[in-house]
Structure formats: structure tokens, C-alpha cells
């Protein structure tokens, strides 16, 4: 069993990096209201870098936030072979943390459902959130936490668009199809690299994922590849498109819609989002006409 979190003061290193995720994740529970006065919030917790590091931070905020709410911990152990059962549990009793681990049999429901060989996280991915969605009912829970960060909004915004055809992401915040259940994700503006770091330090007793997690064909792995390689040829480029998401102007997209095109008209007056020099794009001093050329991208298997 690894040791609990090592919070060294004199780390200041790993000073500046906690404090970076937890100003992150502030501000996005602040800008999207995740989280209000008397929620009971159902921390997800897979046993990922992503959780662990969702988790240790609201429970920093839960001492230092004006606001009063609950955590309870919740595991789904889906029975895969050789899943360690003890080391969520000792390493929540130790943080004094209430959890509850919900076991359901959803291992051997995709291994039956899915052929050798094909990507099974589709339909483990739903089977797991139907189970999350009825223990919040069960417990009460009035939110649902997720450790979704930003490179997996960027990742799965890419892949709508190259496999499904939409312009989509991961919101922060998102009701239940059923309307019952409020989702957050409270690590939106978190960068991977910064939770796979802090997770290092940390030395949060990491359980792989030997469902889903070690297919390497998956799509999401190619498109995170894509963005990594830009991150290291284009400094810049992937805070860019975080902030893209949160800048969106309808009119200059094509969707009929989210924007009245159809009815479209002329006015004797300054018209908001009209056309300038037939919008040229707007390029950053860190990326140059040269540096795009030079450059090009090809990608592949997508």
C-alpha cells in the first residue's frame, strides 16, 4: 500500500503545481456553479491518476470553499480479473473519507457482448454510467463527479468530429439524459501532464484499467498522440483550443440550426459577428505561415 499524500512545504516545485490545479479547478466549479450550498456530491473513483487527484482537490475545497457540501466516494468494481478489492478501500478508510464500493458484474457482460479484439469501452462506458446514475438516486447524491480534465475534452472533441461528424465535446456540466442526475467535471481546466505529475508526487495507489484502458488500438489514443505532437511543435496551441471551447461564434460555423441563416438580411447598421475582409483567420505570433508550411500533419488510422 502506498503511503497517503506527501504534501512536502519546501517542495516548491510541487508547491507551484498544487496550487495551479487547485486555482484551475476552483475557477471552473466557480464558472459553470458545479457546486452549491448542502450538495452531496458522488466523487467517481476509478482508481485513476484522474480521480485520486478530483478527489484530493475537493477535499482541499471542501475545508476552504464559503459554501458547506458533503463527499461520499464511490467505486464500481466491475469485476475484472486480478482487480486489486483492498487498495481503494484501505486507502479511503486511511483518508477518513465516506465511500461505498458498488460491485456489478459488467466485465464479463462485455466479454460476452463484444468480439476479440474490438473496442469494448462503448459499451462499458454505458453500462458503468447507468450504474453510477442509480447509486446517486440511492444515495441521495444531488451531483456526480467525474475526472474528466481538459485533454479529454479536446481528444473527444476531435473525435466527433472525425468519427461521428459533430461538433462536440465533453461539457463541464451536463444533466442525465433522464433529467435526474447533475454531472460535473470538475478537473475541465486541468491539464493531463499537471494531474499526471501531481499523481507522481502524490503516490496515489494507481489500479490499471485492464478492460479498456490497454487497447492500444483505440481512437482516443490516436487523437491524443495528434495533440501531443502539437503540443511539442506548437507551444501554445492546445491552451488555444481549450480556450475555443469556450469561444464559439454560430454565425461563422454552418449549422442551420444554432444560427438563423435562413433568414439572414442586410441592415443599415453595424451588424455583430458580420463579415470583416472575408474573415482571415487570426494567427498567433507563436505559429507563422512558415512554421504551418514547414510543418504539415498527416494523420493516419483516424
Known amino acids: 500500500m502506498n503511503q ?118 462503448s459499451l462499458c462506458s454505458r453500462l458503468r454510467r447507468g450504474i453510477l446514475y442509480k447509486t446517486a438516486t440511492r444515495l441521495k447524491a444531488t451531483k456526480i463527479a467525474l475526472g474528466h480534465h481538459r485533454d479529454d475534452m479536446l481528444e473527444t472533441l476531435f473525435l466527433n468530429m472525425f468519427n461521428g461528424g459533430q461538433l462536440k465535446s465533453m461539457p463541464p456540466k451536463l444533466v442525465s439524459d433522464d433529467g435526474k442526475q447533475m454531472v460535473i467535471r470538475p478537473l475541465a481546466y486541468c491539464a493531463e501532464k499537471d494531474i499526471a505529475d501531481y499523481s507522481l508526487h502524490q503516490g496515489f495507489p494507481i489500479i490499471p484499467c485492464n478492460l479498456c484502458g490497454s487497447q492500444e488500438n483505440l481512437q482516443r489514443k490516436v487523437i491524443k498522440g495528434m495533440l501531443q505532437d502539437w503540443h511539442l511543435r506548437f507551444p501554445g496551441r492546445i491552451e488555444s483550443m481549450s480556450k475555443a471551447l469556450q469561444n464559439v461564434v ?20 453595424p451588424f455583430e459577428n458580420g463579415d470583416i475582409g472575408f474573415d482571415p483567420p487570426e494567427i498567433t505570433s507563436q505559429v507563422t505561415p512558415n512554421t504551418i508550411l514547414a510543418a504539415p500533419l498527416v494523420i493516419t488510422n483516424i
Do not use: W
Open 4 to 121: 497517503l499524500p506527501n504534501t512536502n512545504p519546501n517542495n516548491k516545485l510541487f508547491s507551484k503545481l498544487q496550487k495551479r490545479i487547485r486555482h484551475n479547478t476552483g475557477k471552473a466549479i466557480a464558472d459553470f456553479n458545479m457546486i452549491e450550498e448542502g450538495d452531496k456530491v458522488m466523487v467517481c473513483l476509478s482508481g485513476g491518476k484522474d480521480s485520486y487527484t478530483m478527489l484530493d482537490v475537493l477535499l482541499h475545497m471542501q475545508k476552504v470553499a464559503p459554501i458547506t457540501f458533503s463527499i461520499i466516494a464511490v467505486n464500481l468494481d466491475q469485476k475484472q480479473p486480478g482487480f486489486p478489492e483492498h487498495v481503494l478501500p484501505e486507502y479511503l478508510t486511511q483518508l477518513g473519507v465516506e465511500f461505498e464500493v458498488v460491485e456489478e458484474d459488467t466485465y464479463s457482460i462485455v466479454i460476452d457482448k463484444i468480439p476479440e479484439g474490438k473496442t469494448t469501452c
Open 250 to 269: 454560430p454565425s461563422h460555423l454552418a449549422d442551420s440550426s444554432q444560427f438563423d441563416f435562413v433568414g439572414l438580411k442586410t441592415q443599415n447598421m
